[in-house]
Nanobody, 115 residues
């Protein structure tokens, strides 16, 4: 089973940027859709971005135009570039298979947007 390790979260001011990384212990080449999810306190985990093996991307309306997902299959890594961050983006961010979260969940990385 592929293990996932997320990193890159931090405390950032509104309007700032962060780049999250997710490294897989095994190959993600055979995983057709990879995604980034987030879970804010008291809320359910939600899918915010996904990317297919050929590179087609989809985004939640709340992050469209601000976040960019990418993947490097040779490095077994998925990235999430987050720009123009808002306080409502505060959450723990996770990567996983991008349809139903079929892999074991990692520990996530905390993103806090606050002045």
């Amino acid at each position: 089973q592929v293990q996932l390790v997320e990193s890159g979260g931090d405390l950032v001011q509104p309007g700032g940027s962060l780049r999250l990384s997710c490294v897989a212990s095994g190959s993600i080449f055979r995983i057709y859709v990879m995604g980034w999810y987030r879970q804010a306190p008291g809320k359910q985990r939600e899918l915010v971005a996904s990317i297919t093996l050929p590179g087609r991307t989809t985004y939640a309306d709340s992050v469209k135009g601000r976040f960019t997902i990418s993947r490097d299959n040779a490095k077994d890594t998925v990235y999430l570039q987050m720009n123009s961050l808002k306080p409502e983006d505060t959450a723990v961010y996770y990567c996983n298979e991008g349809t139903k979260g079929l892999l074991n969940w990692g520990q996530g990385t905390q993103v806090t947007v606050s002045s």
